[in-house]
């Protein structure tokens, strides 16, 4: 905050694996150097929240409040110590980019219903939105059959020895990605 991502939970899931990576690993010289044992457990939640300065004039603090926070932490409490687990919402929005794990619906301390909870198991590797909607099945290419004809012409006067360009422009979601996806 102040500025939102289309691919914030994404962005989350990966840094929260990336602090489990930086926690194992000083762990381990920590457990050579000194004997002790390290690890931390994390609860991811997507959802509206009021960020701002909270406090009063002897204490301020920058933060996030709201139910999606208080559910994070209650799903961080459900964790175990080394994991990273999502909720139900999150899920949803990073399916396909991440390998999970369901653990099944738990009951959370301020929630009448249960929430079903996501184990973070490890990520799938760099994956664009279209080629994980492509994994799950594409519409119908509508309109485009013109553009990705020549496109595919191009490709093959290249192939031939005949250098050229193409140069792809436009309006968001209009399809571009989708038009190189189709003519890859």
Known sequence: APIA?????????HAALGMQRAIQDFGRELQTQRGLRLQMRIGI???????????????????????????????????????????????????????????GEHTVKGHTEPVRVHAVLRTRGRRTRLEVAAERGLTPRVGRDRELAVLLDRFQQAKAGHGQVASITGEACIGKSRLVLECR
């Open 5 to 13: 991502h289309e691919d914030s939970p994404r962005r989350a899931v």
């Open 45 to 103: 939640n997507t959802g509206l929240v009021v960020v701002g300065k909270i406090g009063d004039d002897l204490r301020m603090d920058y933060t996030a409040v709201g139910d999606a926070t208080n559910l994070a932490a209650r799903l961080q409490q459900l964790a175990q110590p080394g994991t990273v687990v999502i909720s139900e919402v999150t899920h949803r929005l990073v399916t396909g980019f991440f390998d999970t794990q369901d653990l």
